[in-house]
């Protein structure tokens, strides 16, 4: 019992390290742009949007309970206009730990002042689009990495839309999480200062 206790420790460990280690650089939000805009399902939304947020890496574990976190940039016409931070709890059945990566694209004015105008909460349901088909992980003498797959090679993916002026991409950095929704992510936001 003692030796399973820690392993179903380890996951959630990993996922609260990976939110403390969240360096600063200015270009982890350019190279997650990067990998969005690799795929064809995603790149559309580059061209058409008002604005869109980046959230380079969240983390999200729970044994019962759990929760997510990350911090990201908002973008307004291309434009960075502040920083929002991403908060979840859950309840309920969940198991391990999870980072990805997450960009929520705004049609209009109207759906950017939303997500920007206070605390913003998507609604209990409401799913992301994984670009990610495929997951690898592998252990070796020079460190630990990790691959994903995205785009149309991987298998037709079903046509997206907005949905309430919002369209949401997850891309899959690694570990494994037993839930899919996005539902219930809370959001804060501070305009950068003039």
């Given at each position: ?187 804060s936001y501070t305009a950068n200062k003039q």
């Amino acid at each position: 019992m003692m030796r399973t206790t820690r392993w179903m420790v380890l996951p959630v460990a990993l996922v609260l390290a990976l939110i403390c280690f969240n360096t600063a650089h200015a270009d982890k939000y350019a190279s997650t742009i990067n990998v969005f805009k690799k795929s064809d399902t995603v790149a559309p939304f580059f061209e058409d949007c008002y604005g869109y947020a980046v959230f380079p890496t969240v983390g999200k574990g729970g044994i019962g309970i759990g929760g997510a976190y990350g911090s990201g940039q908002v973008y307004a016409q291309g434009v960075p206009t502040g920083i929002a931070k991403l908060f979840k709890a859950t309840f309920g059945f969940q198991l391990g730990g999870q980072a990805f990566s997450q960009m929520i694209f705004f049609e209009d004015k109207r759906a950017f002042e939303e997500f920007t105008g206070g605390n913003f909460e998507f609604d209990a349901g409401v799913s992301a689009v994984a670009i990610t088909a495929g997951v690898q992980a592998k252990a070796g003498t020079e460190g630990a990495t990790a691959g994903a797959s995205a785009g149309p090679a991987t298998g037709a993916q079903a046509e997206t839309r907005y949905r309430k002026g919002m369209a949401v991409f997850v891309h899959a950095k690694g570990g494994l999480m037993y839930e899919a929704t996005i539902g219930g992510q809370k959001f804060s936001y501070t305009a950068n200062k003039q």
